[in-house]
């Protein structure tokens, strides 16, 4: 029996991810309790109990959390809770992996590139603007550029610049995602994208998995959506040689003790240039992964750290193991915008034995408003494989099985992954 049995979690947010959060956290007997400003949202819908408040009343959610005696308080995913949650987890004197500081370099692109660059890895090339574009500084950019905000997450703000007319018009979009009301000018990469999860347990920091991001490009003006992720990185070994120490002393430079944290980088010339990071769970579900690969079950590791302190449960020293011994894809189903009218196929996906996990964003009869965000994501599906050409035998399947249909019977998927690039 689990020696959580009982106690009473309260966790901020009810987004669908957090879901996976919920479900952990009952199989361990945990009482689970959901607070956000919506009267029904995903994770509330499977919680022991939920309440609408704002997880950004911070006095209220202090005051829920003393009414209801809760042992631990904790969210994921998104950047901008961790402030709240570190706050009520201050003032009523319980643990949270992050501090203050540590989250205040972590949510904002600038303040850690800088960091970065004092622990000598790479990073995207930056134009220096002022707040105010004016010709001088434009007449040096070389284009195409990506602009976003420096503290915004799920893709959203984030716009590919062709010329300086494309830029001039898309900073202010950029700039009103901002809550600090900046933005970031950068060069515009062709490099392969990486993705690469840390575990870090009692200041001891391990690298648990690396991903290649291979990317849709069919959306002309904003950041290409993720079509897949393959594991291992065939960078894997280049990135321990050249950048892996160097990460390892910059978070052990900030102090962090247990967490998890992603970082997403550019490979160019044998170096990752690293261009984005979060101090929490991704919404690609790294975690995932990690748990049918290496048996390392880091939500609840989480869990018990917000409830006890002690991220314990699992020994990543002796555990993690990037170099996975099967191929790996996170195959994304991505999807134009529009309304939901019918999906279909993915209870036939799911008795694929390849297939060890699927977790939708959308069902039918949801909108997909945004364009260029992670909000076009329909699903992402987990996929393991003995060799490369059984993974690619294996997507191509499930291309071949999905549907998604919007009202007037018309397709909305943009176009998946295509398997002849792991071959390349």
């Known amino acids: 029996m689990s020696d959580l049995k009982g106690k009473r979690l309260l966790l901020l947010g009810g987004i669908r991810l957090i879901?996976?959060?919920?479900?952990?956290?009952?199989?361990?007997?945990?009482?689970?309790?959901?607070?956000?400003?919506?009267?029904?949202?995903?994770?509330?819908?499977?919680?022991?109990?939920?309440?609408?408040?704002?997880?950004?009343?911070?006095?209220?959610?202090?005051?829920?959390?003393?009414?209801?005696?809760?042992?631990?308080?904790?969210?994921?995913?998104?950047?901008?809770?961790?402030?709240?949650?570190?706050?009520?987890?201050d003032r009523l004197n319980l643990p949270f992996y992050a501090t203050a500081e540590q989250i205040d370099i972590m949510t904002n692109k600038d303040k850690f590139k800088k960091i970065c660059v004092d622990h000598g890895l790479q990073v995207v090339k930056e134009y220096d603007l002022p707040d105010r574009l004016d010709d001088e500084k434009l007449s040096l950019i070389q284009y195409p550029v990506v602009v976003k905000p420096v503290d915004y997450s799920g893709g959203k703000g984030i716009f590919v610049c062709e010329t300086e007319k494309e830029l001039q018009e898309r900073y202010l979009d950029s700039l009103s995602y901002s809550k600090r009301k900046k933005v970031l000018v950068e060069e515009y990469m062709y490099g392969q994208q990486v993705q690469i999860y840390y575990t870090i347990q009692d200041g001891y920091v391990s690298l648990s998995a690396m991903s290649d991001r291979y990317t849709n490009k069919e959306q002309r003006g904003v950041a290409p959506l993720p079509a897949a992720h393959i594991f291992p990185s065939k960078y894997l070994t280049v990135y321990n040689n050249m950048d892996h120490q160097k990460a390892v002393n910059l978070f052990n430079s900030m102090n962090i003790k247990n967490g998890v944290l992603f970082c997403q980088a550019f490979m160019y010339k044998d170096r990752a240039h690293i261009h984005d990071i979060g101090f929490r769970y991704s919404g690609s579900q790294g975690h995932k992964v990690i748990r049918e690969l290496n048996e390392i079950d880091t939500v609840e590791m989480m869990i018990r750290h917000a409830l006890t302190g002690k991220m314990k449960g699992y020994s990543i020293k002796d555990m993690d193991k990037p170099d996975f011994d099967m191929w790996v894809c996170r195959l994304y189903i991505i999807a134009r915008r529009g309304r939901i009218a019918k999906i279909k196929g993915f209870d036939k996906i799911i008795t694929l034995p390849e297939v060890f996990d699927i977790t939708p964003a959308h069902d039918e009869g949801d909108t997909i408003t945004q364009f260029g965000t992670l909000d076009q994501v329909v699903s992402r599906i987990f996929?393991?494989?003995?060799?490369?050409?059984?993974?690619?035998?294996?997507?191509?399947?499930?291309?071949?099985?999905?549907?998604?249909?919007?009202?007037?019977?018309e397709n909305m998927l943009l176009d998946l992954f295509d398997t002849n690039e792991l071959f390349e």
């Open 383 to 409: 996929i393991k494989a003995k060799t490369i050409n059984q993974l690619a035998d294996v997507i191509e399947e499930i291309k071949a099985t999905i549907q998604v249909d919007d009202e007037k019977g």
């Open 19 to 89: 879901k996976n959060i919920v479900l952990r956290a009952q199989e361990l007997g945990v009482y689970v309790i959901v607070t956000d400003y919506l009267a029904d949202s995903p994770a509330k819908q499977i919680a022991d109990e939920s309440y609408p408040i704002s997880t950004t009343d911070v006095d209220a959610v202090v005051a829920l959390a003393k009414r209801l005696k809760v042992d631990g308080v904790f969210t994921a995913y998104i950047d901008s809770m961790l402030t709240y949650c570190r706050q009520v987890c």
